[in-house]
C-alpha cells in the first residue's frame, strides 16, 4: 500500500545514532507503482549482532564534535588516533588496561619514534581516556593509568644566551637574502616579546595598541586561547617596536607574511651559521625560551615572566629559573677551573 512507502521527495533513513542496537541492512530499494517511483525504507535485522561502540570511535566522535581545538593539537591528537588503529584497530573500552598500555608504549618504540613523540602520544591518551570516564564510558577504578607510568622524557631547553642573541642581532644580509631577512626578523621578534610562531605569523595591525604612549601588544594566544598583552616599549630598549616599523606597511593587516614554520626553521640552520652559533640545534621555539631565561636572568619576577608567556600554571614557568641555575652552576665551574 501507499501509505507504507515514502517518496524520493523525503528523507530516505535516518542517520545511525551512535551505540545504536539495531543495524541497518541494504540501501533503500526504488519501485515503480502506477508510474511513480517510491523508495522503500530499509528493514533493520533484529537478529543482526549489536554494532560495538568503541574507544577509538569515541575519541573519533570527540575530535570531530571539538571545533576549538589548536590546529598543532588537532594534528597531534589525530596522529595518536591513527597510532592506536595501527597498534589494534577498533579498540573496545574493556581492552584498556595495563597491558594495553605497554604494548602500545613498546609499539610506538619499535616504530622508531622519538621519547618527546611517544611522551606526546601519552599525554593525549591519557586526556580522552579521562575523557571516557568523565563521560561513563569507563569507571574511575578501570583507569589503566593508575598504575602506569608515563613515559618519561625531559624537555631539552634550547635557548640563546645574552653572547649568542648579541651574534643574530649583527646579522647584516643583503637585499637579495630576503627569505633569510624575514627570518630573522621573526626570530628576533619571538626572542623579545616570547610568542609561539603561530602568534607571529598570525599577528596583525589591528593587534597594535598604544595605550598613555607606549605600544602594546594585545592578542589572544591560538595554541591555548589566552588572552595575553605585551608592553613591547618596554622590552629590550624597543628593539621589537623598531622591528615592526619595518613591517606595518599600508598593503596588508598582517605583519608578517608568506613563510612557513618549517621554512623559517631552515632559514633558522643558515643564519645560526652566519651568526656562529653550531653547537645548538635551534628552532623557532628556542626564541620563546630565550625571552624567558633573558628576562628572568635580568631580575624580572617569575610572576611576570608567567603573564608575559601567558602560562596558566606557574610550575610550566618554573622550568626557566632551574635552567638559569644548572647555567650559573656551570660558569662558577668554569671560573674554579680556571
Given at each position: 500500500?501507499k501509505?507504507?512507502?515514502?517518496?524520493?521527495?523525503?528523507?530516505?533513513?535516518?542517520?545511525?545514532?551512535?551505540?545504536?542496537?539495531?543495524?541497518?541492512?541494504d540501501?533503500?530499494?526504488?519501485?515503480?507503482?502506477?508510474?511513480?517511483?517510491?523508495?522503500?525504507?530499509?528493514?533493520?535485522?533484529?537478529h543482526?549482532?549489536?554494532?560495538q561502540?568503541?574507544?577509538?570511535?569515541?575519541?573519533?566522535?570527540?575530535l570531530?564534535?571539538?571545533?576549538?581545538?589548536?590546529?598543532?593539537?588537532?594534528?597531534?591528537?589525530?596522529t595518536t588516533?591513527?597510532?592506536?588503529?595501527?597498534?589494534?584497530?577498533?579498540i573496545?573500552?574493556?581492552?584498556?588496561?595495563?597491558?594495553?598500555?605497554?604494548?602500545?608504549?613498546r609499539?610506538?618504540?619499535?616504530?622508531?619514534?622519538?621519547?618527546?613523540?611517544?611522551?606526546?602520544?601519552?599525554?593525549?591518551?591519557?586526556?580522552?581516556?579521562?575523557?571516557?570516564?568523565?563521560?561513563?564510558?569507563?569507571?574511575?577504578?578501570?583507569?589503566?593509568?593508575?598504575?602506569?607510568?608515563?613515559?618519561?622524557?625531559?624537555?631539552?631547553?634550547?635557548?640563546?644566551?645574552?653572547?649568542?642573541?648579541?651574534?643574530?642581532?649583527?646579522?647584516?644580509?643583503?637585499?637579495?637574502?630576503?627569505?633569510?631577512?624575514?627570518?630573522?626578523?621573526?626570530?628576533?621578534?619571538?626572542?623579545?616579546?616570547?610568542?609561539?610562531?603561530?602568534?607571529?605569523?598570525?599577528?596583525?595591525?589591528?593587534?597594535?595598541?598604544?595605550?598613555?604612549?607606549?605600544?602594546?601588544?594585545?592578542?589572544?594566544?591560538?595554541?591555548?586561547?589566552?588572552?595575553?598583552?605585551?608592553?613591547?616599549?618596554?622590552?629590550?630598549?624597543?628593539?621589537?617596536?623598531?622591528?615592526?616599523?619595518?613591517?606595518?606597511?599600508?598593503?596588508?593587516?598582517?605583519?608578517?607574511?608568506?613563510?612557513?614554520?618549517?621554512?623559517?626553521?631552515?632559514?633558522?640552520?643558515?643564519?645560526?651559521?652566519?651568526?656562529?652559533?653550531?653547537?645548538?640545534?635551534l628552532?623557532?621555539?628556542?626564541?620563546?625560551?630565550?625571552?624567558?631565561?633573558?628576562?628572568?636572568?635580568?631580575?624580572?619576577?617569575?610572576?611576570?615572566?608567567?603573564?608575559?608567556?601567558?602560562?596558566?600554571?606557574?610550575?610550566?614557568?618554573?622550568?626557566y629559573t632551574k635552567?638559569?641555575?644548572?647555567?650559573?652552576?656551570?660558569?662558577l665551574?668554569?671560573?674554579?677551573?680556571?
Amino acid at each position: 500500500m501507499k501509505e507504507n512507502y515514502t517518496t524520493t521527495e523525503e528523507k530516505e533513513s535516518p542517520q545511525l545514532q551512535k551505540k545504536q542496537i539495531s543495524k541497518w541492512h541494504d540501501r533503500p530499494m526504488e519501485v515503480v507503482l502506477n508510474n511513480e517511483r517510491y523508495v522503500l525504507s530499509p528493514t533493520i535485522d533484529t537478529h543482526a549482532p549489536i554494532p560495538q561502540y568503541t574507544f577509538t570511535d569515541f575519541v573519533s566522535d570527540e575530535l570531530e564534535d571539538n571545533m576549538f581545538l589548536a590546529p598543532s593539537t588537532r594534528v597531534i591528537e589525530e596522529t595518536t588516533l591513527k597510532g592506536l588503529k595501527e597498534f589494534q584497530g577498533a579498540i573496545p573500552f574493556e581492552n584498556l588496561n595495563h597491558d594495553f598500555l605497554v604494548g602500545f608504549e613498546r609499539f610506538l618504540f619499535q616504530k622508531g619514534l622519538l621519547p618527546s613523540t611517544v611522551h606526546k602520544y601519552f599525554r593525549h591518551l591519557s586526556k580522552y581516556i579521562n575523557l571516557a570516564i568523565d563521560k561513563g564510558y569507563i569507571s574511575l577504578v578501570e583507569n589503566p593509568f593508575r598504575k602506569f607510568k608515563l613515559p618519561s622524557y625531559v624537555s631539552k631547553c634550547e635557548y640563546l644566551t645574552p653572547e649568542e642573541l648579541t651574534a643574530f642581532e649583527n646579522i647584516r644580509l643583503n637585499p637579495q637574502q630576503y627569505r633569510l631577512q624575514v627570518s630573522l626578523d621573526m626570530f628576533l621578534f619571538a626572542c623579545y616579546t616570547g610568542l609561539r610562531f603561530s602568534d607571529i605569523r598570525a599577528l596583525t595591525k589591528d593587534k597594535l595598541r598604544v595605550m598613555n604612549g607606549y605600544l602594546w601588544l594585545d592578542l589572544i594566544m591560538i595554541k591555548t586561547s589566552e588572552q595575553i598583552r605585551i608592553p613591547v616599549s618596554f622590552l629590550f630598549g624597543k628593539k621589537p617596536v623598531r622591528i615592526l616599523r619595518c613591517y606595518t606597511s599600508a598593503d596588508s593587516n598582517l605583519i608578517f607574511e608568506g613563510l612557513s614554520n618549517t621554512l623559517v626553521n631552515r632559514s633558522l640552520k643558515e643564519l645560526a651559521i652566519i651568526a656562529g652559533v653550531k653547537k645548538k640545534r635551534l628552532s623557532f621555539h628556542a626564541s620563546r625560551h630565550t625571552f624567558a631565561t633573558s628576562l628572568l636572568g635580568r631580575g624580572v619576577s617569575i610572576t611576570t615572566v608567567q603573564k608575559l608567556l601567558g602560562h596558566k600554571d606557574l610550575k610550566t614557568t618554573q622550568i626557566y629559573t632551574k635552567v638559569i641555575d644548572t647555567t650559573i652552576i656551570k660558569e662558577l665551574r668554569e671560573a674554579e677551573l680556571q
